[in-house]
């Protein structure tokens, strides 16, 4: 089973919908989890921090289900400029900071 | 708002060929790190360094790399000796705690 594992994508959806993507991840003792966002050939960019109680940050929602090791992230009211690959990323469970990162989920958002 | 700033942006070297890749973090961060992409693969961890030293390293990470901190500024990654397949992005990444990390916007290596 890979570490952190993200829906395949890309997801094409039209502005203004809303969007949800899901995440695994297989260590059940990770304690910190986190939503990147990486534009084309750019650094990963922190979009969220992901805590157990989920939490909010505009149109951006994040859920964490640790029972499940399952993390999501919801997009409401999608805008162009949201296309970008989300990256579902975690820390080692000693929170080191060693990052593990997922392969990514492309959202392309279209007129 | 404080960034982490990377030079070069591109790096062209041949085979064999020692590079240092330089990263400049946010004034108060503590802890950094190197990362690296692949084209079309997901971001790898190379090394972090924390208080002068290394905290830890993957099995990317071998003797052909090093970390220092010259100048209490500056943070670099050596390769001693470039091969093909370390043709990839290599992200410096900064944060105050080893909580939420911010990336600098990367080095593109080629090794021809």
Same mark, same amino acid.
């Given at each position: 089973?890979?570490?952190? *594992? =993200? +829906?395949? @994508?890309?997801?094409?959806?039209? *502005? @203004? %919908? $809303?969007? %949800?993507?899901? /995440? $695994?991840?297989? #260590?059940?003792?990770? =304690?910190? &989890? &986190?939503?990147?966002? =990486? +534009? /084309?050939?750019? *650094?990963?960019? !922190?979009?969220?921090?992901?805590?157990?109680?989920? #939490? *909010? +940050?505009?149109? &951006? $929602? %994040? =859920? !964490?289900?640790? %029972?499940s090791q399952y993390i999501s992230l919801l997009i409401r009211d999608s805008k162009l400029s949201d296309s970008a690959t989300y990256l579902c990323v975690v820390n080692t469970p000693e929170n080191t900071g060693k990052l593990i990162f997922g392969q990514g989920t492309t959202l392309q958002v279209k007129p | 708002e404080p960034e982490v700033t990377q030079t070069p942006s591109h790096q062209v070297t041949q085979m064999g060929q020692e590079v240092i890749l330089r990263c400049v973090p946010i004034s108060n961060h503590l802890y950094f790190y190197w990362y690296r992409q692949i084209l079309g693969q997901k971001v790898e961890f190379l090394v972090s360094f924390y208080n002068n030293e290394i905290s830890e390293k993957s099995e990317i990470f071998d003797d052909q790399f090093s970390v220092e901190r010259p100048d209490g500024s500056n943070f670099t990654l050596k390769i001693r000796s470039t091969k093909l397949e370390d043709s990839a992005m290599y992200f410096c990444a900064t944060s105050f705690s080893t909580y939420e990390q911010y990336f600098g916007p990367g080095t593109r290596l080629t090794v021809t």
């Open positions: 089973r890979k570490e952190v *594992e =993200q +829906d395949p @994508g890309p997801f094409n959806v039209p *502005e @203004g %919908a $809303t969007v %949800a993507f899901n /995440c $695994t991840y297989s #260590n059940s003792a990770s =304690q910190s &989890f &986190f939503w990147y966002r =990486q +534009d /084309c050939r750019k *650094e990963p960019k !922190l979009l969220m921090s992901v805590y157990s109680s989920g #939490n *909010e +940050d505009g149109r &951006f $929602t %994040a =859920q !964490l289900n640790r %029972a | -």
